[in-house]
Nanobody
Framework: QVSLVESGGGLVQAGGSLRLSCVVFSRSSSSGAMGWFRQAPGKEREFVAATFWSGGPTDYANSVKGRFTISRDNAENTVYLQMNSLKPEDTAVYYC????????????????WGQGTQVTVSS
């Protein structure tokens, strides 16, 4: 059973940066995709970014393009989300996500979830 463990959330002022990490345990395949979603209070969980373990282009929600960067370390089974120029509207619980195949923009198609980490951006 694959499990995802996130870390790196916290409180930051607007314009600041945070880096989230997601360690993947019991990953047996070199294929598949990893990504991040977020959920603000009263809102639906939304796609943030995704990447493939095998490399290739990354993908981002329009709201974070140019500010967030997803990366991975295959040897460490870890995926990162570097978040720069943070805004109050980035405040949410951020969830690490894993797909056995390709990624999807809808949260219902995610195969595995992390427990979530709170990111709060103050104005």
């Amino acid at each position: 059973q694959v499990s995802l463990v996130e870390s790196g959330g916290g409180l930051v002022q607007a314009g600041g940066s945070l880096r989230l990490s997601c360690v993947v345990f019991s990953r047996s395949s070199s294929s598949g995709a990893m990504g991040w979603f977020r959920q603000a209070p009263g809102k639906e969980r939304e796609f943030v970014a995704a990447t493939f373990w095998s490399g290739g282009p990354t993908d981002y929600a329009n709201s974070v393009k140019g500010r967030f960067t997803i990366s991975r370390d295959n040897a460490e089974n870890t995926v990162y989300l570097q978040m720069n120029s943070l805004k109050p509207e980035d405040t949410a619980v951020y969830y690490c996500a894993a797909w056995r195949g390709t990624y999807y923009y809808t949260w219902q198609r995610v195969n595995y979830w992390g427990q979530g980490t709170q990111v709060t951006v103050s104005s």
